[in-house]
């Protein structure tokens, strides 16, 4: 910690101008325009952290909005996944037809057999017949519920995974976000903690970059020799 050699308050930093009387290094006032040139650049090193803190404080968002990883979180899903019901409700809804039908060919045939019995091989083709147009039945149903069951989960298939890959780029985005809002945060505590270095510097109701942007303006213009005059001017 350094203090001017003329009023004795305490600098930020070594070898900077006292921001109370002016004095530069405690010389004489032949270096007094040098002086005021090293408050001015310390005063705008100031000003631009203030700056860019205050304009760091309205970007950041709570790092609690953004996801904490790169993870793929919408899973797709294939054929299968919707595929499976049609071909299991196609195959059995075949399978049903066919059996109802050789059942409702067995009766008939019971029935026939009772008022024709002499004509056993008539009753028996007719009944080969109804099994036949039975299975077949069956199986044009079956395949038609395969073929509309295909259609409809190639085009779910589709949707589901068009909507997670739009929600994982999301989610990707989002994590990207939270990454540069995390660095926003790194940078707004480094720039809190240089700020310190400056609180003897001006008084702290001049510590925003108005203010401070206000003192070097007196400053540079020659309407001002040091920081306190400037405030005083200012208040």
């Known amino acids: ?46 000003r631009d952290l203030l700056g860019e803190t205050e304009e760091l ?71 080969v017949g109804d099994v036949y147009a039975g299975y077949f039945a069956g199986l044009i149903i079956a395949v038609i519920i395969i073929i509309v069951g295909t259609k409809i989960a190639k085009r779910k298939r589709d949707d589901i995974n068009r909507n997670a890959d739009l929600m994982n780029q999301i989610a990707t985005e989002r994590y990207q976000q939270g990454v540069r809002n995390q660095k926003m945060i790194d940078l707004y505590q480094e720039n809190l903690n240089n700020i310190r270095k400056y609180e003897n510097l001006v008084p702290e109701e001049f510590q925003t970059f108005d203010k401070v942007n206000q003192i070097i303006e007196l400053l540079k213009e020659d309407k001002a020799n040091t920081i306190e005059e400037a405030c005083a001017q200012l208040s």
Request: glycine share 8%; aromatic share 12%; hydrophobic share 40%.
């Open 57 to 127: 404080r309205g970007m950041i968002k709570p790092q609690s909005e953004f996801p904490m990883s790169n993870e793929q979180i919408y899973k797709k899903r294939s054929f299968m996944h919707f595929f499976w019901p049609f071909l299991v409700g196609g195959i059995g809804a075949g399978t049903l037809i066919y059996i109802i039908s050789t059942v409702i060919s067995v009766f008939s045939l019971a029935d026939s057999v009772q008022y024709y019995s002499s004509d056993m091989d008539s009753l028996s083709t007719r009944m």
């Open 1 to 46: 910690m350094e203090f001017c050699k003329k009023c004795g308050t305490v600098l930020a930093f070594a070898g900077m101008a006292c921001p109370r009387c002016g004095n530069f290094k405690g010389t004489d006032a032949d270096n007094a325009a040098t002086g005021k040139i090293s408050l001015i650049r310390t005063l705008e090193k100031f």
